[in-house]
């Protein structure tokens, strides 16, 4: 299978998660356990088809240890993201988080001695403006502090970290252990996921979950359990071939044409699937995210 063709595999299996997170918490939005209960059954679904997808084989020491901080590091990119949306602006949120894609992109260049052309350069800039552009706005949204900020600049660092761990385990000898990695990884987040639903489960009161488990229908349920497991699959077809793509391909290309890249196919399924409506400085936005991917591919080499 070519790299473009693993490349395009990966972003469409990155818009399904899209779709099926989108879908939940439309349905699921009164419990912030909720949205730990989500990660914790989707990575748990995503470990199940790798392992039926390629098998576990073997891990070495540094597999494991890195799969395991990968993991939690993930967990912990989760939590934060849902706290610094509670308390701060989603707009403003979204667009510091998606500034990670820079400790990604530049990691390739500081550490693993790759180049960086004027092409990816404007690129990576076209990128942040179309982040910046594209980040919905809402009247009633949260002032900005301090604790906001603390939360979204630790989630800034773990989206950017999850990147590098990702490019340093397939710079390594130990590349071949692709799966074995990402088994652990994702056992290991929807632990911490798992055991992060439950503390909030104990805070938000038993009784109040009880009651709205019983306003829901067995069908719902159900519904919901699905989406979870679908989320899982598409999570681990997306990222097993982002950790084989992040090994042969330059950081500066890579990882802001998959997260650019995502960013304008879950907006325009949003559109088309969910009607939302876009402004024009988000339409300009969707615009300036494609204009980045040219440039991102470098067609004037």
């Known amino acids: 299978m070519s790299i473009p063709t693993k ?3 990966s972003l469409a299996a990155a818009l399904g998660g899209g779709i099926t997170k989108k879908y939940y918490t439309d349905q699921e939005t009164t419990k912030l356990s909720g949205g730990f209960w989500f990660n914790a059954v989707s990575c748990l679904t995503a470990a199940v088809v790798l392992l039926c997808w390629g098998g576990f084989g073997s891990a070495s020491a540094f597999t494991v240890l890195l799969g395991v901080v990968f993991g939690a590091i993930t967990a912990l990119q989760g939590i934060t993201n849902i706290a610094a949306l509670q308390v701060g602006p ?3 949120t979204s667009v510091i988080i998606s500034f990670s894609t820079l400790i990604s992109a530049l990691s390739g260049v500081l550490f ?3 180049s960086l052309g004027w ?3 404007v690129g990576i ?3 942040l403006v179309s982040f910046i552009l594209a980040a ?3 009247s009633g949204e949260k002032k900005a502090n301090v604790k906001w900020l603390f939360l979204c600049l630790i989630a800034f660092a773990a989206t950017g970290g999850i990147g590098v761990m990702q490019k340093v385990h397939q710079s390594s000898v130990y590349r071949n252990e692709l799966n074995a990695f990402l088994i652990i990884a994702f056992v290991s987040s929807a632990v911490f996921c798992a055991i992060f639903a439950l503390l909030l489960k104990r805070r938000e009161g038993l009784s109040a979950n009880e009651k709205e488990k019983r306003n829901k229908s067995r069908m719902l349920i159900w519904l919901l359990i699905g989406i979870m497991v679908t989320n899982g699959a598409c ?3 997306n990222n097993k071939f982002n950790l084989y793509l992040s090994g042969v391909m330059d950081s500066a290309i890579f990882f802001p044409i ?3 890249g995502g960013l304008v196919l879950t907006t325009l399924a949003a559109v088309l699937l969910f009607k939302e409506r876009l402004s024009v400085k988000q339409w300009i936005g969707v615009a300036f995210g494609i204009i980045s991917v040219v440039f991102l591919c470098n067609p004037f080499a």
Do not use: H, P, R
């Open 235 to 237: 999570v681990a077809v």
């Open 90 to 92: 989603m707009s403003y």
């Open 125 to 127: 800039v076209l990128m």
């Open 258 to 260: 998959v997260n650019g």
């Open 112 to 114: 693993f001695d790759e």
């Open 136 to 138: 919905k706005s809402d």
């Open 7 to 9: 490349l395009i595999l």
């Open 119 to 121: 092409a990816q350069i």
